[in-house]
Nanobody, 114 residues
């Protein structure tokens, strides 16, 4: 059964850091473009960052310079290192795997308090 399982969310204060992890049980993980999306209350899900099979990355403008996405193909994991967190980073963070179609994790809550 194909699964994406996120972990690492929590409650932090503004300015602090968190590291999210996503473990993927997919075949040929290295071929997937992996990504992190988030959904704030009352808003649509939005892209945070992606990392392609060639390790090229894309970031949403508001997280550039603060967040870093990385992947470990041997472990079949993708990470999101989040620093200098802001209240507006609050939301449910979802792991995504894309190879033609999309796979989604169940999400992990990140709450940043002021």
């Amino acid at each position: 059964q194909v699964q994406l399982v996120e972990s690492g969310g929590g409650l932090v204060q503004a300015g602090e850091s968190l590291r999210l992890s996503c473990a993927a049980s997919v075949i040929m993980f290295s071929l997937y473009t992996m990504g992190w999306y988030r959904q704030a209350p009352g808003k649509q899900r939005e892209l945070v960052a992606t990392i392609a099979r060639d390790f090229s990355t894309v970031y949403e403008d508001s997280v550039k310079g603060r967040f870093t996405i990385s992947r470990d193909n041997a472990e079949k994991k993708v990470y999101l290192e989040m620093t200098s967190l802001k209240v507006e980073d609050t939301g449910v963070y979802y792991c995504n795997a894309r190879l033609g179609s999309d796979l989604w994790g169940q999400g992990t809550q990140v709450t940043v308090s002021s």
